[in-house]
C-alpha cells in the first residue's frame, strides 16, 4: 500500500479493546514516531510508556 493510499484511507479510532498492547509493538510505534518531522527539525521528543491503568 502506497503512502497516499494510507492517506486516504486514514480514520479516528473512537472505541477501543481492553487487550493489552505488547511491549514489541509499543517499541515498534515509538521507534517509528521518532522518525517523524518536528518543527524546525528540533527532534525534542519525550515518550512517557505507562502500562497501569491505575497511573493514569
Known amino acids: 500500500m502506497s503512502l497516499i493510499d494510507l492517506m486516504k484511507t486514514r480514520r479516528s479510532i473512537r472505541s477501543f479493546l481492553s487487550k493489552p498492547v505488547s511491549d514489541e509493538d509499543v517499541i515498534k510505534i515509538l521507534d ?13 521528543w519525550k515518550f512517557i ?4 491503568p491505575q497511573v493514569l
Open 49 to 52: 510508556y505507562v502500562k497501569d
Open 32 to 44: 517509528v514516531g521518532r522518525l517523524a518531522p518536528s518543527g524546525g527539525n528540533k527532534q525534542r
